[in-house]
């Protein structure tokens, strides 16, 4: 917990010190998180759960099949691409944590204003920092699809749908980002009315269990329809931030529908966002719908408080307190011993995590 806690701390001074236009002593917070969260990432020993010892066990050995990832040729081939250099585990793990981290800051950095990068950063590491321990092949398609956000958004249209098929072949379920790449104009308020009231009314009439079964089924993807069956409870959580970013894009439609295209596509990301986030609140599992779309709440909130000279102070110790929210959340309850005690691979004690039975290697 502590290791986590450090970094988390470091990248949120880095936001409030350069709010304050402390900018050397924000340059080094936010370079020390950084870096500490990425080594963190990149050297840990089998952290993350089931899915962690899967690759593993996959990607060291030496009848390798294409089949195991049947729909994702393109983790396939960059997993070929580095088991060329070392067929170690730890390698791999560790130059896809380097990718998946890098390409976050990228991602950042595209907000230009070094505040608003740390800002995104510092959100993006709440969010999906622990899952990019655990969801590799998510991870990277996330990444694709963001780049191709940015693209589409700055009127590189094809670019950007380009690259949201790519993302299909990391992870299948990347390619309902599509959704986000087809409008050309902003969503109207009766869009949004109605995605909000369909989203909350699939929690009660047509669970998302069922959405998953099927989608299994069409796609002859077995993990699908175990997702399917892992239904969770009900999730306040996700029903309140649903519930107010609806509000927010209701309230703020009038104001968007004169802003430029950019920030157009990034009102109708949101909206999407909050669909699928509907979605999630009776299978949790649904969630990873929603990290495909986050890049529009993210650039949205950006805006929000760029643009407002009233309470931009109010709407970002808001924003700043629900994502540390949700990173404490996601340690304590998501948890269970996949991440606590952090150990990493220069560590011979034992570790004594939930899921060591699953060890393949001769001790």
Not at 162 to 173: N, Q, V, Y
């Amino acid at each position: 917990m502590i290791i986590y806690s450090c970094v988390y701390i470091m990248l949120l001074l880095a936001v409030f010190l350069q709010y304050f236009h402390k900018r050397e002593f924000a340059f080094i917070c936010f370079w020390l998180g950084f870096l500490s969260a990425t080594l963190i990432n990149a050297f840990r020993d089998m952290i993350g759960g089931y899915d962690v010892y899967i690759y593993a066990e996959v990607y060291e050995n030496s009848d390798y099949d294409g089949n195991v990832f049947k729909w994702e040729w393109g983790f396939y081939n960059l997993g070929r691409l580095i088991h060329f250099f070392s067929g170690n585990r730890y390698f791999y793990f560790a130059i896809l944590a380097t990718i998946i981290m890098f390409s976050y800051l990228i991602v950042a950095q595209k907000q230009k204003k070094r505040f608003n990068y740390y800002l995104v950063f510092f959100l993006i590491f709440c969010k999906l920092y622990f899952y990019s321990f655990v969801y590799l092949r998510q991870s990277l398609a996330i990444i694709f699809i963001w780049f191709g956000f940015l693209y589409y958004v700055n009127n590189q249209r094809l670019n950007g749908r380009l690259l949201s098929l790519i993302a299909g072949l990391f992870h299948i379920s990347g390619l309902v980002s599509l959704s986000m790449f087809l409008k050309r104009s902003i969503f109207s308020r009766n869009t949004v009315f109605f995605l909000f009231i369909s989203g909350f009314l699939l929690i009660f009439v047509s669970s998302t269990t069922q959405i998953f079964s099927i989608l299994g089924s069409a796609l002859e993807n077995n993990k699908a329809s175990i997702y399917g069956e892992n239904g969770s409870l009900f999730n306040f959580f996700y029903l309140i931030e649903a519930a107010i970013l609806f509000l927010w894009l209701s309230i703020r439609f009038k104001v968007y529908n004169l802003e430029s295209y950019k920030y157009q596509m990034v009102y109708n990301a949101s909206t999407l966002y909050m669909f699928f986030l509907l979605l999630s609140v009776t299978n949790a599992t649904a969630a990873r719908f929603t990290w495909y779309f986050l890049i529009g709440p993210l650039m949205f909130i950006v805006h929000e408080i760029e643009s407002r000279r009233k309470n931009s102070d109010l709407i970002l110790l808001s924003v700043l307190l629900y994502f540390s929210l949700v990173f404490f959340r996601v340690m304590f309850v998501w948890d269970g011993g996949d991440f606590m005690p952090y150990k990493s691979i220069f560590n011979d004690e034992p570790r004594h995590g939930r899921w060591e039975f699953m060890e393949y290697r001769s001790k």
